[in-house]
Structures are given as structure tokens and as C-alpha cells.
């Protein structure tokens, strides 16, 4: 089975959420049942380099705009580097959430 990692950006003015969003998909991509907003949720303001500039983070908002890259290193760390800033997660990380338990089993 292939797991596939995308990133959604989205800017929901309702709620006024600016969000970098990991989702996974399970099907080859047809659906995206876990998504996880990339923060650790600590308060304060980044600058994001380029077209993004300053930003707020915290456990609502993340990095809203930039360019991606990203890649899965052998140590199975997931690294994302945005046009200034780096950020470093695993499976564990966004699956943690009891919402996504069901999933855990596809990825072993």
C-alpha cells in the first residue's frame, strides 16, 4: 500500500484560519482523511522569506503562503522547506489524534 503526503494551503476567510496543512491519503490520492495543520503551536510571529513575509503561529494559524519543498529522509522524518523556514515531522506525528487511529494499521 502507498501512502501518499500532500499539502494543502488554504486561507478560510469565515473563520480567518491561514493554514499549511499535511493530509494523507490512503487510495492514491482520491481521498484525504487525515489532515494536520504544521505548527507546534507556540505563539509568535516568523518571517517567512520571499512573497510570504511575516507571519503569526500559534495553535490556529501556520505558515500561510511560500514555496514547498519536501522530502522523506531515511530515518522516516518528513522534512518540508518553505521558502525560509524548515520544518520536520514523522507519520506518528500526524496521525496523533484519536480521530486517526483507524488509519495507524495502514501504515505498518
Known amino acids: 500500500m502507498k501512502v501518499v503526503i500532500n499539502l494543502i494551503r488554504r486561507h478560510t ?5 491561514f493554514m499549511c496543512v499535511a493530509a494523507l491519503s490512503f487510495d492514491e490520492g482520491k481521498s484525504w482523511p487525515v489532515k494536520k495543520l504544521l505548527t507546534d503551536g507556540k505563539e509568535r510571529f516568523l518571517d517567512g522569506g520571499a512573497w510570504t513575509g511575516y507571519f503569526e503561529m500559534n495553535a490556529t494559524n501556520a ?16 522534512n518540508l522547506v518553505s521558502s525560509k523556514n524548515h520544518y520536520r515531522f514523522n507519520l506518528a506525528w500526524l496521525l496523533d489524534n484519536p480521530a486517526f487511529k483507524k488509519y495507524v494499521a495502514f501504515i505498518r
Request: no cysteine.
Open 63 to 78: 505558515e500561510p503562503r511560500g514555496y514547498l519543498g519536501m522530502i522523506q529522509t531515511p530515518d522516516n522524518l518528513i
Open 13 to 17: 476567510r469565515l473563520i480567518l484560519i
